[in-house]
């Protein structure tokens, strides 16, 4: 049962994941800048780093670790909202309807977050009864999500674009895909 203590500590660890993520956003970016990328490649390849590597691992850690500290479902609940709550406004501050926002996030979002945490639970709770040979089962859920989440943002990422392309809108896709499948 998730309940007020986990959806607490969830929260907590999910501030502490989101200063990671921000630090990590700008020292990417600062080290792309450096390496010659400017304007909206620099910000297209910060977001695919951002959205397929260093979120798929920070927060399928935050997933692991709320486990740990008894807050099983706590950081998947907290991250939900947030992620809902962020991406819904900035939908529709950008012309989406509300409704129409919410459908593109709260499916997708609590689809990937909760697959993603059935993934590690998976790997804690029942391989280790099956496990006779004293491998860590936990470590193998964490990358198996990790992969997983990595996988559902770069799928949503060309998708993103794909449509943006199909749109026909250069406002929206600043980087031709020919371009980012080289990144």
């Known amino acids: ?7 607490g500590k969830g929260t ?3 501030v502490g994941i989101y200063f990671v993520q921000r630090f990590m956003s700008k020292e990417a970016t600062e080290v792309l ?18 959205a397929v590597v260093v979120a798929p691992l920070t927060e399928e850690y935050g997933r692991r670790l ?10 998947t609940f907290a991250l939900n909202a947030v992620e809902i709550v962020f991406a819904t406004t900035t939908m529709v501050s950008r012309g989406a309807g509300l409704m ?3 459908a593109a996030r709260l499916l ?9 945490e059935t993934m590690q639970q998976y790997y804690d709770k029942l391989l280790p009864s099956i496990n ?11 990358w198996m999500a990790v992969a997983f989440h990595a996988i ?5 990422a060309v998708m993103g674009d794909l449509s943006a392309l199909a749109e026909n809108s250069s406002d929206e896709l600043d980087v031709p895909l020919s371009e980012m499948a080289l990144i």
């Open 1 to 7: 049962g998730l309940n007020a203590e986990k959806i």
């Open 12 to 14: 907590a660890i999910g």
């Open 33 to 50: 800048a450096r390496g010659g990328l400017r304007g909206a490649a620099l910000s297209k390849v910060t977001f695919l780093l951002m």
């Open 66 to 75: 709320s486990r740990r500290i008894g807050a099983e479902g706590g950081f």
């Open 100 to 102: 129409q926002a919410l």
């Open 108 to 116: 997708p979002a609590m689809a990937m977050h909760t697959v993603a």
């Open 132 to 142: 006779k040979e004293g491998e860590n089962s936990s470590t193998t859920g964490y």
């Open 152 to 156: 559902w943002n770069l799928a949503a």
